[in-house]
C-alpha cells in the first residue's frame, strides 16, 4: 500500500475544497481549535456587519479572506479570540429589496401595506439572506462561531444605541437642523453626509439659459443658467460676483464679461453696481410666488467657469442658496413634498415630480420669449447609494449631532490607530476635519426608532433603555412585541419636566448606528451581569444565539486588536464606531485597521448586476475555487483596484500547479521508493544533507521568517509574493537539481523535499486553507501517526536559523546560471548542446558552485576571472545627446572612443578628450574577440563569456542529449510508468551513438539498446 495518496495531474480544486470541509465538520477541527487556544493570550477582533439583504458578490468575498486569513494564522499561533460574525439587519438597504419583492415603489404604498406586516416581511429576508451568507461564507473557508452571531436590529443593540443618544443629549450635541438637505424622492427621506461621497453616476440633466427682465430697466435682463429646471418655480433671487465685469449686451442681456470675452457689449458694470436690481421672476404667477419680491444678491462665490456668472437662486432647493437667504433674509420656498412632487400652490405642477416638470417648464419659458438657449449637459451627479434615483435638494427638519466639541477627540483617538496602508489615517484625519454634523434621522419605517419624546412644554425627553421606557411609559407596553414600528409608535410615556403624556418622533436613526455601536453592545459594555442569549431578543429573538456578555468581558476584549473593512467604510462604519467610542469612552475602538479598495471585472470597469459584468460569490466559489479566489484578494495590494474574473483566477490556478506538481514529484518517487516521513523531521532534520539540502532547508527557514513577518504587519502581498518565490525555488531550482537524487531512493533528498513542502504548507495556510489542509493529510497526518489531524492543529511553525551565507551562495549561483542562459540564447545554440568554457566575472560567493553551474549550462568547465577580456567593446557617441552637448569637439570625442582612448571612472563614466560622458550617453555594443565565437551577458555587475565553438565530441553529446529527450517524450505518450523498463531500436546511422550506449540506457530506463534497419527510433515496454 503506498505512503501517499497518489495525486492526479491538476487539482480539482471544487471537489477538494467540499472534501476538506465535510472533514472539518466530521471532526469537529474548528472546535477543538477553539479549545486548545482557550485561556491562551487574547487577539480581539471586530466584525463589521454584512447586509443581510442579498447573497454575497464577490467583492463581500475580498473583505471575508482577509479577516479569516488573520484569524486563522493569529490561531495558529495559539491565540484565543472571539470568532464573533455580523449581521446589518435594518435600514433601507433592506426595505428597498422588501419593496421590490412586494412591488411597492412609494412610502404611500408601505403604509397601505401595513407597517407592521412590512416589518415582519423585512425580518423575513434578514434570516434568509443570512443564512444564505452564513453558507457561502462557511464554502469561502471563513471560520467563524456562526451559532453566535448577531444582529443589528435586536432590542438589546438597540437599547445600546439609545444609552449613546442619551449620552449625546446630556452633552448638549443634539438637535433638530432645519436645512436643505440632500433627498431621495424615491426613499422619502435625507441622506447624510457621509452616505454622499462616492455616490455619483454620469447624468445628462437639461441646460437652460433663461432671461429675468429687470423691473424699471425696459428691455434689460439678467441671463442665469441652470440644470435643474424644476427648480426655477421656486426662485427668489439672483447672485452676481461683485468685483466681477458684467456687461450688457445689445439684445438687452446681462451676463459676466469673463464668460463672453469675444463679445460686444453696449455697458459695462462692476457687479456690486447691479446689486439691489429687482427683476421678473420666471413664474410670478404660481401662488407660491405672491408677494416675493425677486432681487439682486452679491455672492463671492459666484464661479466664472461655467454658466453666464450670474447665478439663480432657490433657497427651498439648494443648500447653498438656503445660507445665502439666511445671510440676506430671503423668503424660503420648498416646492415639493417627501416624494419629490410639486405642492398644490404650484399650479400646474402640482402632484408632478421634478422630472415631470422639466418639459412644461421649457415649454412655459419658450412661450413667454424667456427661454434664451435649451440644451442638454452630462455631468457627476448625487443618486442615493440605495436605490440610484437622482437627488433633490429640499428643505427638512432632521435630527443631527454637532460634531465640533468631538472632533479633536477623534482625531487624537485616530492617532493611536496603526492603518494598514498608512497613508489611509491620513484619509480618516481629513475625513474628520470636514466633516459635517451627523444627520442621524430617517423617514423610513424598518429601522432604529429614535428614542426622543419632545413635549410641548419644551422639553425633550430621551429614553436610554428599555427599563425606562416601561418605567415611564403611560400606554402601548402590552402591545410591544419589539422595538420597531409600529409597535414602537404606540407607546406613550410621561414628560420628566410636566408630567404630560407625549409621543416619540415618527423617524428611525442612520443605519451606521446600528454598526458603530458593536463594539459596546456585543461585548456587554456596562452590563452587570451575563445574560444567556442575551442578543436573542426583538427581530433577533430565534435568530442569534449570542449572549449578553458583562462588563469584565468588554475589558478583556476592547478595544479590538484588529479590525479589516474596505476603504469606503473610512467615512462609514469606522467613522461611526469611532464616534459612538470616543463620545462613550474618549478612546479609538479598534487599535490597527487593515483597508482596501474596489474590485472591479477583469477589464478595469466597474461591477454592476445591469451591466452584466457582476459575479456571484456562489458562482465565483462554484467556477473558481475558493483558494483561488483568496489568492487574488490576498496577491492584491490593498491600496489598488481589483481587476477580477476569470482570465485571472486561471492565471492562478496555472501558478499553483507549480506546487501541486512538485508535491506530486515528491508523492510519486516516494511512493515508488516507499519513503516514510517523521513528523520530528518538522522541528530539524536527523539526516546526513548534501549542500543543495542545506540550501533548501536554510530556504524554508527563510520562508517561514518572511511569512511571518508579513502577517504579523497585516500585508499579504508580503506572504504570497514570499510564497510563489519559495516554491520557483523548490521546483525550478531544487528539485531540477536534484532529480536524479530521487530515482535512486537518497533518503536525505526525500526528507529535505517533505520537510520544505510540508512547512510551507503550514506557512500559506492561512492563504490556502484547503490546498494546505489536503497536502497536509496526505504528506503529514495520514503517514504519521503523532501528527495533528489538521494543518490548523499544528501550532505555527517557528523560523529556525536561517544560513544566509549559503543562501546568498546560491542566489548568486542562479543568477550566473540565468546570465549564462541568456549568453547561450544570443548565440542561437540550444541549451541541451553542450559547451567547452564558461567564464564568470563579479560572482565570487559562487565559486564554490562551479560544478553546478556547470551540469546547469551545460558547459564542460567554469572559471572565475576576467569575463570582460573575452568581450570586445565598440563605443559610439550617442549624437542625439551629444551633438548639442559637444558641437565642434563631437568628432575628436568619436574619434577617441573609436580608438579606446578613453578610460571609466568606478561609476561606469567615460573619460574622453577631456569630456566625462555617462553611460546613457554612448552607444555601447559588445562582441566576442573572435567574431560569433564568444556570447556574452552582463547585469548588476556580474558578467558571463561563454565559447560558442563546437567540436566533434562536442557535436556528439549534443545529439546524445537531444536522443534522450525524444525517447522519454515517446515513453511519456506511450502512457509508461515512471518505473517501467523499456527495449529501445535506434537506425543504423546513429552507429557512433554506441559508445554512449550506458548513459542513453541509464536516462531512459531500458534494458538494451540495438540498432536496426528503422528509419525512427522505436521504443517497446520491456
Known amino acids: 500500500m503506498p505512503v501517499f495518496r497518489p495525486l492526479p495531474s491538476v487539482p480539482d480544486h471544487d471537489a477538494l475544497e467540499l472534501e476538506v470541509l465535510e472533514r472539518w465538520k466530521r471532526e469537529g477541527t474548528f472546535d477543538e481549535l477553539r479549545a486548545r487556544n482557550s485561556g491562551g493570550p487574547t487577539f480581539s477582533f471586530m466584525d463589521g456587519p454584512i447586509t443581510a439583504n442579498n447573497p454575497m458578490a464577490a467583492h463581500h468575498c475580498w473583505g471575508r479572506t482577509l479577516k479569516d486569513v488573520f484569524q486563522r494564522y493569529k490561531a495558529m499561533r495559539g491565540f484565543d479570540q472571539r470568532y464573533q460574525n455580523g449581521f446589518d439587519c435594518q435600514g433601507l438597504w433592506v426595505e428597498v429589496g422588501v419593496e421590490r419583492d412586494l412591488g411597492l415603489n412609494s412610502k404611500k404604498e408601505i403604509e397601505e401595506y401595513g407597517l407592521a406586516e412590512f416589518a415582519e416581511r423585512c425580518k423575513e429576508r434578514v434570516a434568509q439572506y443570512g443564512e444564505v451568507i452564513t453558507e457561502q461564507s462557511k464554502r469561502l473557508g471563513m471560520w467563524m462561531d456562526w451559532d453566535n452571531d448577531y444582529y443589528t436590529f435586536s432590542d438589546t443593540n438597540i437599547e445600546y444605541i439609545w444609552r449613546f443618544l442619551e449620552r449625546v443629549h446630556d452633552n448638549g450635541w443634539l438637535y433638530v437642523g432645519h436645512r436643505s438637505v440632500e433627498w431621495c424622492p424615491r426613499c422619502g427621506t435625507s441622506l447624510s453626509q457621509h452616505e454622499l461621497i462616492n455616490s455619483y453616476e454620469e447624468l445628462t440633466h437639461p441646460s437652460l439659459y433663461v432671461r429675468f427682465p429687470l423691473r424699471d430697466r425696459e428691455g434689460e435682463s439678467l441671463v442665469v443658467w441652470t440644470t435643474t429646471p424644476w427648480t426655477l418655480p421656486a426662485n427668489v433671487a439672483a447672485a452676481v460676483k461683485p468685483d466681477a465685469e458684467y456687461g450688457l449686451r445689445a439684445s438687452g442681456d446681462w451676463v459676466a464679461v469673463a464668460r463672453y470675452p469675444e463679445d460686444e457689449f453696449v455697458r459695462r458694470a462692476r457687479g456690486e453696481e447691479l446689486v439691489g436690481l429687482e427683476y421678473e421672476g420666471p413664474f410670478d404667477e404660481l401662488p407660491a410666488q405672491a408677494g416675493i419680491v425677486h432681487r439682486v444678491i452679491p455672492w463671492d462665490d459666484v464661479t466664472l467657469e461655467d454658466g453666464t456668472g450670474i447665478v439663480h437662486i432657490a433657497p427651498g432647493a439648494g443648500a447653498e442658496d438656503f445660507e445665502l437667504s439666511k445671510v440676506h433674509d430671503l423668503p424660503v420656498l420648498a416646492p415639493i413634498d417627501e416624494a419629490g412632487r410639486f405642492y398644490g400652490d404650484y399650479g400646474e405642477f402640482e402632484g408632478r415630480s421634478t422630472e415631470e416638470v422639466e418639459k412644461p417648464v421649457v415649454v412655459e419659458l419658450e412661450r413667454r420669449g424667456r427661454l434664451v438657449e435649451h440644451g442638454s449637459i452630462t455631468h457627476r451627479y448625487p443618486v442615493c447609494w ?388 489536503h497536502l497536509w493529510q496526505n504528506l503529514v497526518a495520514d503517514p504519521c501517526d503523532d501528527a495533528p489531524r489538521s494543518v490548523f492543529l499544528a501550532p505555527w511553525p517557528e523560523a529556525g536559523e536561517v544560513d544566509e551565507q549559503l543562501l546568498a551562495e546560491v542566489a548568486a549561483v542562479r543568477r550566473v546560471v540565468e546570465l549564462g542562459r541568456q549568453a547561450r540564447s544570443t548565440s542561437g545554440i540550444k541549451l541541451r548542446q553542450p559547451l567547452r568554457r564558461l567564464v564568470v566575472e563579479g560572482a565570487p560567493s559562487a565559486e564554490g558552485h562551479a560544478e553546478e553551474i556547470a551540469e546547469e549550462l551545460r558547459v564542460k568547465e567554469v572559471t ?39 578610460e571609466q571612472d568606478d561609476e561606469g563614466n567615460f573619460l574622453v578628450a577631456g569630456h566625462t560622458l555617462s553611460q546613457d550617453e554612448v552607444l555601447i ?60 531500436t535506434l537506425p543504423k546511422s546513429c552507429a557512433e551513438l554506441e559508445r554512449h550506449r550506458e548513459w542513453i540506457a541509464r536516462e531512459v530506463l531500458a534494458v538494451e539498446i540495438r540498432f536496426g534497419d528503422v528509419h525512427q527510433p522505436q521504443l517497446e515496454q520491456a
Request: charged residues 30%; glycine residues 6%.
Open 386 to 773: 440605495r436605490c440610484a434615483t437622482p437627488l433633490v435638494f429640499r428643505i427638512a427638519d432632521d435630527w443631527l449631532i454637532s460634531c465640533d466639541e468631538i472632533r479633536d477627540q477623534m482625531l487624537a483617538a485616530n492617532a493611536t490607530v496603526e492603518w494598514t496602508p498608512a497613508f489611509y489615517s491620513k484619509r480618516m484625519d481629513d475625513w474628520l476635519r470636514n466633516m459635517g454634523d451627523w444627520n442621524i434621522s430617517r423617514r423610513r419605517y424598518f429601522g432604529l426608532p429614535l428614542p426622543f419624546y419632545p413635549c410641548a412644554c419644551g422639553r425633550l425627553n430621551v429614553v436610554g433603555s428599555l427599563d425606562e421606557l416601561r418605567e415611564r411609559a403611560t400606554a402601548g407596553l402590552v402591545q410591544l412585541q419589539e422595538l420597531h414600528r409600529p409597535w414602537i409608535d404606540e407607546v406613550t410615556i410621561r414628560c420628566d419636566s410636566c408630567g404630560e403624556d407625549v409621543r416619540r418622533v415618527p423617524e428611525v436613526g442612520d443605519a451606521w448606528l446600528d454598526a458603530g455601536i458593536v463594539p459596546f453592545s456585543t461585548l456587554g459594555w456596562e452590563n452587570d451581569e451575563w445574560v444567556e442569549g442575551g442578543h436573542a431578543t426583538g427581530a433577533a429573538r430565534g435568530l442569534s444565539g449570542a449572549d449578553l456578555p458583562d462588563h469584565a468581558y468588554w475589558e478583556k476584549w476592547f478595544p479590538a486588536d484588529w479590525v479589516s473593512e474596505m476603504r469606503e467604510q473610512i467615512r462609514l462604519w469606522f467613522y461611526s464606531q469611532s464616534f459612538m467610542s470616543v463620545t462613550l469612552t474618549g478612546r479609538s475602538p479598534y487599535n490597527a485597521v487593515l483597508t482596501y479598495e474596489k474590485l472591479l471585472d477583469e477589464t478595469g470597469r466597474e461591477m454592476h448586476r445591469s451591466w452584466g459584468n457582476s459575479i456571484d460569490a456562489a458562482e465565483a466559489l462554484d467556477s473558481m475555487g475558493a483558494d483561488v479566489m483568496r489568492w487574488m484578494f490576498c496577491e492584491q495590494v490593498p491600496s489598488q483596484n481589483l481587476k477580477f474574473g476569470y482570465g485571472p483566477a486561471n492565471e492562478i490556478k496555472r501558478r499553483l500547479l507549480t506546487l501541486w506538481n512538485s508535491v506530486a514529484f515528491l508523492v510519486t518517487y516516494a511512493n515508488i521508493e516507499s519513503f516514510r516521513p517523521r513528523y520530528a523531521d518538522l522541528a530539524g532534520l536527523d539526516a546526513e544533507l548534501k549542500p543543495l539540502d542545506r540550501w533548501l532547508v536554510a530556504r524554508t527557514q527563510q520562508l517561514l521568517r518572511e511569512a511571518e513577518q508579513e502577517y504579523e504587519r497585516y500585508w499579504t502581498p508580503g506572504v504570497v509574493r514570499a510564497f510563489d518565490a519559495f516554491v520557483d525555488d523548490l521546483s525550478n531550482w531544487y528539485i531540477r537539481r536534484s532529480r536524479r537524487r530521487f530515482y535512486s531512493d537518497d533518503d536525505a533528498a526525500f526528507r529535505t523535499l517533505w520537510h520544505a513542502v510540508a512547512q510551507a504548507s503550514r506557512a500559506i495556510a492561512p492563504v490556502l486553507p484547503f490546498l494546505a489542509e
Open 864 to 902: 572565475f576571472g576576467d569575463a570582460k577580456s573575452f568581450v570586445r567593446f565598440r563605443v559610439k557617441p550617442d549624437l542625439r545627446k551629444l551633438g548639442p552637448k559637444l558641437g565642434p569637439e563631437l568628432p575628436k570625442v568619436r574619434s577617441a572612443l573609436e580608438t579606446f582612448d578613453f
Open 925 to 984: 555594443d559588445k562582441t566576442g574577440p573572435a567574431g560569433a565565437e564568444w556570447a556574452h551577458a552582463q547585469d548588476d555587475g556580474v558578467t558571463v563569456a561563454v565559447d560558442t565553438r563546437l567540436d566533434p565530441e562536442l557535436e556528439l553529446e549534443g545529439r546524445v542529449y537531444d536522443l534522450i529527450h525524444r525517447l522519454n517524450s515517446m515513453r511519456k505518450d506511450a502512457g509508461l510508468e515512471l518505473t517501467d523498463r523499456v527495449r529501445v
